[in-house]
C-alpha cells in the first residue's frame, strides 16, 4: 500500500492559497485513510541514530537483566513489558492470544504543577529507565523532539480542519504522551489461530508517530475489509490517526483497525512509536456540537484502554 506523503516544512513554509491547498491535501488524507507518511519533519538524525541504538542495547540483554525494569506493579504503564504480557485486540474487544513482542515504555518527561491525583498515580509515574550507558539522554532527546513534531502536526491539523492553527494548543500544553520502543521477536512457525505481533487494533489518542525498522514489514492497514501491507521510505515517519482525533471530528477523520502481522520465518522487527495524547484533564467532545460521541476526559479514556489489553 503506497501512503499518500505530506511534508511538513514544506507546509509550514508556504503561504496563501499554497498553504491552503497543503491543509486541503492533509484533509483528505486523513478523511480517506487516517494514514500518511510524513516527509520533512526536521528531526536531526543524531537524535534517530541514537534512540535506534539504545533500543537495540536493550533489547539484545537477557530477560533477567530487562525484568529489572519491569513495571512496579500490574497495570502501571511504563518500563519492560515482557512477551506475551499484551493483547492489543483485546481494546477492540476482540479475544486472541497473547501479542508476540516485547516492549519498553516512557511516559512524561516532567510533571506539571498541577496534577489531579489519578494523573500522578498512573501516567505521571516515574519511568525506570534500564542502567545502560547512554541510553536514557537518547530517549530524552527523542520524547523531546516526538512531542515538537506532535505540536506541529496538530497545527496543521487545525489548518486541515479549517480552524485555527492555535486551536489545540491549550488541549495539548501538557500532554500525557508515551513512547514505546517495540521489538518483535523472529518467528518460526504461528503456533495459534489469530495470534499475531500486534493484534488488530487503532490507536488511543490524537496522532501516533511510528518509526518502523526500514528494512524490515509487517505493519498492515485494514481498508476496504482487506489487511493491505504499508512500507515507509528511509527517513520518513508514519503518522496515523487516533481515536480522540476522529472522536474530535465526529469520524470525518477516521482511526482506522492496524496490526503487526506474525506469519511464519519472519527476522526480528524493531520500531518506535510515539503516541500524543492530550493533557490529562482535557475534554474530547465534537468540534462540529453533534452528539456523534459523548464528552471524555483525555486521561481515564486512555487509562481504560490501557488497562483492557494487560493479560
Not at 112 to 125: I, N, R, T
Not at 172 to 194: E, F, G, N, Q, W
Not at 280 to 287: I, M, Q
Request: hydrophobic residues 45%; negative net charge.
Amino acid at each position: 500500500m503506497a501512503l499518500a506523503t505530506f511534508d511538513l516544512a514544506a507546509f509550514e513554509a508556504a503561504h496563501g492559497a499554497a498553504r491552503a491547498q497543503a491543509a486541503a491535501d492533509l484533509d483528505a488524507i486523513c478523511r480517506d485513510s487516517g494514514f500518511l507518511i510524513l516527509e520533512g519533519h526536521g528531526v536531526p538524525e543524531a537524535v534517530i541514530d541514537g534512540i535506534w541504538q539504545a533500543a537495540h542495547a536493550f533489547f539484545a540483554q537477557p530477560a533477567d537483566q530487562k525484568a529489572r525494569v519491569a513495571p512496579p506493579h500490574p497495570g502501571a504503564p511504563y518500563g519492560w513489558i515482557g512477551p506475551l504480557k499484551e493483547a492489543l485486540a483485546a481494546s477492540k474487544g476482540v479475544e486472541t492470544p497473547p501479542d508476540l513482542k516485547e516492549s519498553f515504555n516512557g511516559g512524561p518527561l516532567a510533571v506539571p504543577d498541577q496534577v489531579h491525583a489519578d494523573a500522578l498515580a498512573f501516567c505521571y509515574q516515574p519511568t525506570p529507565f534500564p542502567n545502560l550507558e547512554g541510553f536514557r539522554p537518547a530517549w530524552a532527546a527523542y520524547y523531546t523532539a516526538m512531542e515538537d513534531l506532535a505540536a506541529r502536526i496538530m497545527r496543521a491539523f487545525a489548518a486541515a480542519l479549517g480552524l485555527p492553527e492555535d486551536r489545540f494548543n491549550v488541549a495539548v500544553k501538557d500532554p500525557i504522551s508515551a513512547l514505546r520502543a517495540l521489538h518483535y521477536p523472529a518467528t518460526a512457525a504461528v503456533a495459534d489461530a489469530d495470534q499475531q505481533r500486534a493484534g488488530a487494533h487503532t490507536d488511543y489518542g490524537t496522532l501516533t508517530i511510528l518509526l518502523p525498522q526500514a528494512d524490515r514489514g509487517g505493519l498492515q492497514v485494514q481498508q476496504g475489509g482487506d489487511w493491505v501491507d504499508v512500507t515507509a521510505p528511509e527517513g520518513t515517519f508514519v503518522i496515523n490517526i487516533g481515536d480522540l482525533m476522529a472522536r474530535w471530528t465526529s469520524d470525518a477523520w477516521v482511526s482506522t483497525l492496524h496490526r503487526v502481522v506474525a506469519k511464519p520465518h519472519q527476522p526480528a522487527r524493531k520500531s518506535l512509536a510515539f503516541f500524543h495524547q492530550p493533557g490529562w484533564e482535557v475534554e474530547v467532545a465534537p468540534l462540529d456540537g453533534s452528539d456523534t460521541y459523548p464528552p471524555v476526559l483525555s486521561g481515564p479514556y486512555l487509562m481504560g484502554k490501557f488497562q483492557s489489553t494487560g493479560t
